[in-house]
């Protein structure tokens, strides 16, 4: 375990933006992990967990510690006639992961394929996508205190996982590094097609479900048609939101807007602001193309000014062109956010997390 510094982050996010660690160490294993926590420069500093890098936005060079989480393995802890318990450490790559499962027939993760990060970010997030959340297959978590070194273990409901959110970005935040996910998976056939786009795609391209594979190719199709790849063009996938009212307001809403598209869904209350159940998803992307940079015309979808942008297949997706800096990223995102609060009385709030 090397500590290096004035580390280069370029490479470490996906949006390619230019920022510089003051120290930067690589965590192999987990005897190195709680080895680090003891050290003075460790406690004594400012610190960053990374991963994928997939869900940041450095707006200035990070005057502490960034330690990246590189702890490797996937193993199947049980299995029986019906289910299956799946550990991977934290520094394994999300869709590695998913091809592990899908490979082997087994069910729960394969609306999932081709989210970008690690391993160890996805419970932070509960990540999401075409109608399956990491909680509806979430185990545990085993995770580092970072104050002590010592190892707890979180279980789903522990880990108090919400829309896109989780303990780990409330009242833990900072304060545990997670090094392992236990996900329980169904080796019976147990496919989700609910999500409209999903069921459209498949319907509309005859396709037969056979297996989880099967759904995982089709979810990566969907994907690499709408989202850019962060290697060619540097983004951070969606970078906000959807957003959730409650009926009352959206009934009040609709009178302006009655081609607003909308999804009902059942949420647990303390995920939405302490709203009830039956809360009212409105599709972030559909409000930004009805905005636009210039009052009374023009749509964000496609936009761009120097080197930032946003996408022109999607508008939830910000655009670094190349050369790009974090605060000009995040200037683009408030004007965003100002532009849609003006005009729907609805506030965005950005997924990614800004350094």
């Given at each position: 375990?090397?500590?290096l510094?004035?580390?280069?982050?370029?490479?470490?996010?996906?949006?390619?933006?230019?920022?510089?660690?003051?120290?930067?160490?690589?965590?192999?294993?987990?005897?190195?992990?709680?080895?680090?926590?003891?050290?003075?420069?460790?406690?004594?500093?400012?610190?960053?967990?990374?991963?994928?890098?997939?869900?940041?936005?450095?707006?200035?060079?990070?005057?502490?510690?960034?330690?990246?989480?590189?702890?490797?393995?996937?193993?199947?802890?049980?299995d029986?006639?019906?289910?299956?318990?799946?550990?991977?450490?934290?520094?394994?790559?999300?869709?590695?992961?998913?091809?592990?499962?899908?490979?082997?027939?087994?069910?729960?993760?394969?609306?999932?394929s081709?989210?970008?990060?690690?391993?160890?970010?996805?419970?932070?997030?509960?990540?999401?996508?075409?109608?399956?959340e990491?909680?509806?297959?979430?185990?545990?978590?085993?995770?580092?205190?970072?104050?002590?070194g010592?190892?707890k273990?979180?279980?789903?409901?522990?880990?108090?996982?919400?829309?896109?959110?989780?303990?780990?970005?409330?009242?833990l935040?900072?304060?545990?590094?997670?090094?392992?996910?236990?996900?329980?998976?169904?080796?019976?056939?147990?496919?989700?097609?609910?999500?409209?786009?999903l069921?459209?795609?498949?319907?509309?391209?005859?396709?037969?479900?056979?297996?989880?594979?099967?759904?995982?190719?089709?979810?990566?199709?969907?994907?690499?048609?709408?989202?850019?790849?962060?290697?060619?063009?540097?983004?951070?996938?969606?970078?906000?939101?959807n957003?959730?009212?409650?009926?009352?307001?959206?009934?009040?809403?609709?009178?302006?807007?009655?081609?607003?598209?909308?999804?009902?869904?059942?949420?647990?209350?303390?995920?939405?602001?302490?709203?009830?159940?039956g809360?009212?998803?409105?599709?972030?992307?559909?409000?930004?193309?009805?905005?636009?940079?210039?009052?009374?015309g023009?749509?964000?979808?496609?936009?761009?000014?120097?080197?930032?942008?946003?996408?022109?297949?999607?508008a939830?997706?910000?655009?670094?062109?190349?050369?790009?800096?974090?605060?000009?990223?995040?200037?683009?995102?408030?004007?965003?956010i100002?532009?849609?609060?003006?005009?729907?009385?609805?506030r965005?709030?950005?997924?990614?997390?800004?350094?």
């Amino acid at each position: 375990m090397e500590i290096l510094k004035d580390y280069d982050l370029t490479e470490l996010n996906t949006f390619h933006i230019k920022a510089k660690a003051k120290f930067f160490v690589e965590v192999k294993n987990e005897k190195d992990l709680v080895k680090l926590f003891l050290t003075p420069m460790f406690q004594e500093s400012e610190k960053l967990f990374l991963g994928g890098g997939s869900n940041i936005l450095f707006t200035q060079d990070f005057p502490g510690i960034v330690i990246l989480n590189k702890l490797k393995g996937i193993e199947i802890l049980e299995d029986d006639s019906e289910t299956v318990l799946v550990k991977s450490l934290g520094g394994e790559w999300w869709n590695d992961l998913v091809n592990f499962t899908v490979e082997r027939g087994f069910w729960g993760i394969e609306n999932l394929s081709l989210i970008p990060g690690t391993v160890g970010a996805t419970p932070v997030q509960n990540i999401g996508a075409y109608g399956v959340e990491l909680k509806d297959v979430l185990q545990n978590v085993e995770a580092y205190e970072i104050a002590t070194g010592e190892k707890k273990i979180f279980s789903c409901a522990e880990c108090k996982l919400g829309y896109r959110d989780s303990i780990f970005k409330r009242e833990l935040k900072g304060k545990y590094f997670i090094s392992a996910v236990t996900l329980k998976l169904n080796k019976n056939e147990n496919e989700n097609l609910r999500y409209k786009t999903l069921k459209d795609y498949i319907e509309k391209n005859n396709l037969i479900i056979k297996n989880p594979k099967d759904i995982s190719r089709a979810v990566a199709e969907i994907r690499r048609g709408k989202l850019p790849d962060p290697k060619i063009l540097g983004n951070a996938g969606s970078f906000f939101k959807n957003v959730y009212i409650s009926e009352v307001d959206f009934k009040n809403i609709l009178m302006s807007y009655p081609e607003m598209p909308y999804f009902l869904e059942d949420l647990p209350s303390e995920t939405v602001d302490g709203k009830l159940e039956g809360v009212i998803k409105i599709p972030s992307g559909w409000l930004i193309e009805q905005c636009g940079p210039r009052h009374g015309g023009g749509s964000w979808k496609g936009y761009r000014e120097g080197n930032v942008g946003v996408h022109e297949r999607q508008a939830l997706v910000l655009v670094n062109y190349g050369g790009a800096t974090g605060e000009e990223i995040k200037k683009l995102a408030y004007q965003i956010i100002d532009s849609v609060y003006q005009k729907f009385g609805l506030r965005l709030t950005p997924e990614v997390n800004f350094v």
